[in-house]
């Protein structure tokens, strides 16, 4: 079975402050894409960053890293320089790298981001 | 480009009604999505669709829950009769393919929040 565990449920940071979210998965497949999606109290669902298994390098968009440590099973998220905008809730996720390619999500953080 | 639209938004009904959700995915995106996100809860797939045909609804609760896909285009999704433990958001989300070795990102819909009471 596929899981994924985020055991942060709630999370707070200054503005302008670093936080880090961490996310752990389980899964037998080798190929397979990481993911830390956000969802703002109106919803949508947007994709922040993402990682391919296969691949050593961390992910990096802007203020957003990640920390992937394949063996242990760990994705965890930095951001950086924290805005009043990333309050939201923060979504671990991760599917196959061939077939049906649908996510399987975390239970998710909640970041609030403290002016 | 528009995104995934969904409607309604919000639906109220008492247990044992009936409701549908429509949503209308990205022009040309062939792969689309539905999740169920139970309160506090990441969302989870309840079917998916490539064009008008059904790729995975292993999860779907088929006694009480129908989806379709007509000319593989706009989506609907049902329940008939509605259970409290119903009440979620029901979330679609497109993307271009299924199946190939890149993976193809998944554009969500704002959602339709439904209450059963």
């Known amino acids: 079975a596929q899981t994924v565990t985020q055991s942060q449920p709630e999370m707070s940071v200054q503005e302008a402050e670093t936080v880090t979210l961490s996310c752990t998965y389980d899964t037998s497949e080798n190929n397979y894409y990481l993911f830390w999606y956000k969802q703002p109290p109106s919803r949508q669902m947007i994709l922040v960053i993402r990682q391919e298994a296969y691949k050593q390098q961390n992910a990096t968009e802007n203020r957003f890293s990640v920390n992937f440590q394949k063996a242990a099973k760990s994705f965890s998220l930095k951001i950086s320089d924290s805005q009043l905008g990333d309050t939201a809730m923060y979504f671990c996720a991760f599917t196959f790298r061939t077939g049906a390619n649908n996510l399987f999500f975390g239970t998710g953080t909640r970041l609030t981001v403290i002016p | ?117």
């Open chain 2, 1 to 117: 480009e528009a995104g995934v639209a969904q409607s309604p938004r919000y639906k109220i009904i008492e247990k044992r009604q009936s409701v549908a959700f429509w949503c209308n995915p990205i022009s040309g995106h062939a792969t689309l999505y539905w999740y169920q996100q139970i309160l506090g809860q990441g969302p989870k797939l309840l079917i998916q669709f490539q064009n008008n045909g059904v790729v995975d609804d292993s999860q779907l609760p088929k006694d009480r829950f129908s989806a379709e896909r007509l000319k593989g285009v706009d989506s609907t999704l049902k329940i008939q009769p509605a259970k409290l433990e119903d009440s979620a958001v029901y979330l679609c989300a497109s993307s271009l393919d299924f199946g190939s070795l890149e993976w193809n990102e998944q554009f969500f819909g704002p959602g339709t929040r439904l209450t059963v009471l």
